[in-house]
């Protein structure tokens, strides 16, 4: 039992930095109409600024500049390519954000080389304990700091008039035009909003109890992107419940991986594709993504 | 106020939609623009709008001026701005959003803040049942109340000029009517409104000039009371036998109320 709550907490810390990066992945989706697979690097490229400035200007300052630094590319990115690519083919601009992404993900390894950097965390590699359940720090104050991030995420994209426009313009573009909306804006301040939401999960996820920024940081971005899809591609709310329901499957598997030995060591890593297959198969257009329906 | 000239417009470079259209909304007026499917009245508006772009269409001779500004080459948000305001065809309100949300993103691009509130009370005391289902989402009003909503939504952005493509599809007789009256108390209060239909009826009851489009090209154009009694008028929009045909053949008998409007 102890195991298992242990596992749980673990699991829904990770999945909270999951759903972090599959908001910016759905709000992509919404406000350009692109599938962004730039998401992977932009994380690396978070976590990448972070480890190197810590060293020069200290640890909360390279925090910012660094979450800066990644809404900068992730703003770049809309600005010089998508936002000229507008109204191509979804499948093309899916295609060109591979391209960005493996682009900046050569360059960062590059400059990674075989060092490993780490990020000074000031809360440390420590754990917290109640009872006998455990949880490192750094993924307490990760799924504090996301859940906060999450919540002013919705109040914003439900009050706010930027949300008020983004969900405006998902739903009918040309309609959301002629009210006056700028859909160029709108879709900047959507990469902007999910560079910074990339860069706060790439704090965490380089902390214990995982080992400092390597090329590996990547895969675990693309663990983000089935969250994204099983919730439905275009669901903030799918985005939040896939996120969860991805970090706990894979801390699950990870944590009882001594009884799952028949299916081989190291198939943690591949839950998430396994659970996103699965709810595909009953859901095809996630569990919470809105079927495509044509009204005539 | 709005003064379109010798304008082409083609869509992907083949397809003349627009040739030779000119025309001119006074100021303070209704002027109505009619036609069949096909006769170029969508493309007129969408040119005027800032849409055509969205569409692969593009101006090939011709100036629109609005107010003196040339509209060729700016994109919507920019019309919007210099107070023209399009209620698109179809209605198209966001169902997903309330109809408070509906009305706010109508006035986005509108910076003004007390203009807006304004707006807002205007469009509210114009269509009381709109404040009664503000919470409610888009997609469960009725097809005349989402008319409403449409046209409440363009007015939260204050505009000179309102645009209206179709105002009548897909509705009741009854509600068509007063659809009528809206446009005209919309006009009494000031502003201008370019009246896109097929139901001539409707809009020559309404407008103070019209034009009658035909593949592309002005056929008529003039006075809308004197167009309304015109014999081509009389034969190809209104029916053989006079003004209010159409709206004679869809009376239901001994007087019975099909539905209630409480707008």
Redesign the interface.
């Known amino acids: 039992m102890t195991q298992f709550l242990s596992l749980l907490l673990n699991g829904l810390s990770l999945g909270a930095l999951y759903a972090l990066i599959a908001l910016g992945f759905v709000i992509i989706f919404k406000a350009s109409e692109v599938v962004s697979f730039t998401h992977g690097s932009l994380l690396l490229l978070g976590a990448y600024s972070i480890a190197r400035l810590s060293d020069s200007i200290g640890f909360l300052p390279a925090v910012l500049v660094g979450i800066l630094i990644t809404a900068a590319a992730a703003f770049v990115i809309e600005r010089l390519i998508i936002n000229r690519l507008r ?1 191509a083919a979804v499948i093309s601009l899916a295609i060109v954000t591979i391209g960005v992404d493996i682009i900046l993900l050569t360059e960062l390894i590059r400059r990674l080389g075989s060092d490993i950097l780490n990020v000074p965390h000031p809360w440390g590699g420590e754990s917290f304990r109640v009872g006998s359940v455990g949880l490192s720090q750094n993924r307490l104050i990760a799924f504090l700091v996301a859940a906060v991030l999450i919540a002013l995420f919705f109040v914003a994209f439900k009050y706010s ?1 930027w949300g ?2 983004m ?2 313009s998902a ?12 859909q160029g804006r709108v879709s900047a301040l959507a990469w902007v909003v999910a560079g910074v939401l990339a860069a706060v999960a790439a704090l965490f996820l380089v902390g214990s109890p995982t080992p400092g920024v390597t090329p590996t940081a990547y895969a675990v971005a693309l663990r983000a992107f089935p969250a994204a899809i099983l919730g439905g591609l275009d669901s903030t709310g799918g985005a939040l419940a896939g996120g969860l329901l991805i970090g706990i499957a894979e801390a699950m598997a990870a944590g009882y991986q001594d009884q799952l030995l028949f299916l081989g060591r190291g198939f943690s890593a591949v839950v998430p594709f396994i659970v996103m297959i699965a709810v595909l198969m009953f859901r095809p257009s996630g569990l919470f993504g809105t079927k495509e329906l044509t009204r005539v | 106020m709005l003064s379109i000239d010798a304008l082409h417009v083609t869509y992907g470079g083949a397809v003349q939609a627009v040739r030779g259209v000119s025309m001119e909304v006074p100021d303070g007026k209704v002027v109505a623009v009619l036609g069949s499917n096909g006769a170029g009245k969508t493309t007129l508006l969408r040119t005027i ?3 055509l772009r ?1 569409h692969r269409g593009k101006v090939d001779a011709g100036t629109v001026r609005f107010d003196g500004t040339d509209l060729v080459g700016r ?3 920019q019309a ?2 210099l107070g023209l ?2 209620v ?1 065809e179809g209605r ?1 309100i ?4 309330t109809v408070e ?2 009305l ?3 006035g ?3 910076k003004d803040k007390t203009a807006k509130a304004k707006a807002q009370d205007r469009v509210y005391d114009m269509f009381p049942v709109l404040k009664e289902r503000s919470s409610q989402r888009g997609a469960l009003l009725s097809g005349g109340e989402q008319q409403m909503l449409a046209i409440g ?2 007015l939260m ?1 204050s505009p000179k000029l309102l645009l209206l493509d179709e105002p009548s599809l897909g509705l009741a007789p009854r509600i068509i009517g007063q659809i009528g009256e809206v446009i005209a108390e919309i006009n009494r209060q000031g502003t201008s409104v370019l009246l896109v239909e097929q139901n001539a009826t409707m809009a020559l009851g309404v407008a103070d000039l019209a034009y009658v489009l035909d593949v592309g090209e002005v056929s008529l154009s003039g006075d809308a009371r004197e167009l309304a009694r015109t014999d081509e008028v009389q034969r190809l929009y209104l029916g053989h036998d006079g003004g209010d045909a159409g709206e004679q053949r869809v009376r239901v008998a001994s007087g019975k109320k099909l539905s209630r409007w409480t707008a």
């Not at chain 2, 966001?94 to 959003?97: A, S, T, Y």
Request: positive net charge.
């Open positions: 109204g008039s008020i426009a969900r405006a739903e009918d573009g040309e309609t959301a035009a002629l009210m006056g909306i700028r | 709008s800032g849409t969205l994109d919507a948000a919007v701005r305001v399009q698109p198209r966001f169902g997903r959003l949300e509906n706010r993103a109508g986005m691009g509108n939504r363009a952005a």
